[in-house]
């Protein structure tokens, strides 16, 4: 299929048509750019037409233009001279700096220039008189200076081109950092509403399909004293993460974050659910992001072993190396549970746990361990290195 050529830009036709009628205006009233010439003003007719035609291909073929101009700037030369010729010319000088190739940008000005150095040096050597200077000047005018605007012109274009572009590219960035904000935002949101209020339900889940499944008012009394006292923490969990949400605009008081000197009453609430643990903590104060990962991971643990492990005791185990804290949970894996019902997962749990530790760039394993110790032969552990900036620990 066949490319259609451009068609001449309005602007560009109306110079055209505006030049060639200034021109014959001119020409019919008698004004030449200079007294004599080789041949008759008749012949200049033809420079003048061949300038308005190339006028409209000043922004389509720049180059091309300008380089025919020339050769009919220099026929017009052999004639009186018509000044709508001329004028056209800078014209077809300036587009060909300002739409051309930017090698053809840099080339046309230094290449004006020389031509108008040669020209004044040539008349002054050859008519040896002050005079030559002017020619010199006409020259520029003609040639170099309207050259010489077009790259003015060109490279103030292009600096607000390049600016435009960087300031698309900076609201770009920060349109991707709004977007990675808020979706780590969410993310952290979800971790925290997740370690709130899944241990707390979980238990208030196993609990009371108990109390409704068995036919024991003992039973039944003491899983409602479960759900109350769930109910209540899950409460004040949840008013917690209220007060994170709006601590920016002061409407609630935001609740200090949970740390490890917590873990002892996190335990004995999960021991009051059901759950046989055992914790073994050795570590001195922290900084807040390591214990607060330490503590969810652990609460995690034992709201997974709430309603997921099979009988037998929970092992809760933290220590402190030198440049780390290590936490590890064990809890009885693949037997059949008899003690009553299990609550569903989502997987969100271990998710949670893995991007805390990615957080603080530490290393998490999650999986069922052999153990001849357990009765049929296995357990799952739960493993989180958290390292410890130097420096950081009290």
């Known amino acids: 299929m066949a490319r259609s050529r451009p068609r001449p830009h309005r602007f560009d036709v109306y110079l055209a048509v505006g030049g060639l009628l200034g021109g014959l205006v001119f020409w019919s009233l008698g004004l030449y750019t200079s007294g004599g010439g080789l041949i008759s003003m008749t012949w200049g007719l033809i420079p003048l037409t061949v300038m308005a035609g190339l006028e409209l291909l000043r922004r389509t073929r720049p180059q091309i233009a300008l380089v025919l101009g020339t050769l009919a700037l220099v026929a017009d030369q052999f004639t009186p001279g018509n000044a709508a010729t001329i004028l056209m010319f800078t014209d077809l000088a300036y587009a060909a700096v300002l739409y051309g190739t930017p090698a053809a940008a840099r080339r046309i000005p230094v290449t004006t220039g020389l031509v108008t150095l040669a020209t004044t040096l040539g008349f002054l050597i050859w008519w040896r008189e002050p005079q030559a200077l002017l020619v010199g000047v006409a020259t520029g005018l003609v040639s170099f200076g309207p050259a010489a605007t077009g790259a003015l012109v060109r490279n103030h274009r292009d600096a607000a081109e390049a600016a435009r572009l960087r300031a698309e590219q900076t609201a770009l960035l920060a349109e991707m950092d709004?977007?990675?904000?808020?979706?780590?935002?969410?993310?952290?949101?979800?971790?925290?509403?997740?370690?709130?209020?899944?241990?707390?339900?979980?238990?208030?889940?196993?609990?009371?399909?108990?109390?409704?499944?068995?036919?024991?008012?003992?039973?039944?009394?003491?899983?409602?004293?479960?759900?109350?006292?769930?109910?209540?923490?899950?409460?004040?969990?949840?008013?917690?993460?209220?007060?994170?949400?709006?601590?920016?605009?002061?409407?609630?008081?935001?609740?200090?974050?949970?740390?490890?000197?917590?873990?002892?009453?996190?335990?004995?609430?999960?021991?009051?659910?059901?759950?046989?643990?055992?914790?073994?903590?050795?570590?001195?104060?922290?900084?807040?992001?390591?214990?607060?990962?330490?503590?969810?991971?652990?609460?995690?643990?034992?709201?997974?072993?709430?309603?997921?492990?099979?009988?037998?005791?929970?092992?809760?185990?933290?220590?402190?190396?030198?440049?780390?804290?290590?936490?590890?949970?064990?809890?009885?894996?693949?037997?059949?549970?008899?003690?009553?019902?299990?609550?569903?997962?989502?997987?969100?749990?271990?998710?949670?746990?893995?991007?805390?530790?990615?957080?603080?760039?530490?290393?998490?394993?999650?999986?069922?361990?052999?153990?001849?110790?357990?009765?049929?032969?296995?357990?799952?552990?739960?493993?989180?290195?958290?390292?410890?900036?130097?420096?950081?620990?009290?």
């Open 178 to 394: 709004r977007s990675q904000a808020v979706t780590a935002e969410r993310a952290r949101m979800a971790r925290e509403l997740h370690d709130m209020v899944a241990n707390h339900l979980s238990a208030i889940a196993i609990h009371s399909t108990a109390a409704l499944s068995l036919d024991d008012p003992d039973t039944s009394k003491q899983a409602l004293g479960v759900i109350r006292e769930n109910s209540v923490e899950g409460l004040a969990e949840m008013r917690r993460l209220i007060g994170i949400l709006r601590d920016s605009s002061g409407d609630t008081e935001a609740v200090a974050a949970p740390t490890l000197d917590g873990l002892g009453t996190l335990v004995d609430q999960a021991r009051a659910n059901g759950l046989d643990v055992d914790l073994d903590s050795t570590h001195t104060a922290l900084p807040a992001p390591v214990e607060l990962a330490a503590y969810r991971i652990v609460q995690e643990c034992l709201t997974n072993a709430l309603k997921h492990a099979s009988p037998g005791r929970v092992i809760v185990s933290l220590a402190q190396r030198n440049h780390s804290l290590d936490v590890r949970v064990t809890s009885p894996y693949g037997g059949a549970r008899d003690d009553g019902p299990r609550a569903p997962g989502s997987g969100a749990g271990l998710i949670g746990m893995r991007e805390r530790v990615a957080l603080l760039h530490g290393t998490f394993e999650a999986g069922p361990v052999g153990d001849p110790a357990s009765a049929d032969g296995k357990t799952w552990t739960v493993r989180a290195t958290l390292p410890i900036t130097e420096g950081e620990t009290e």
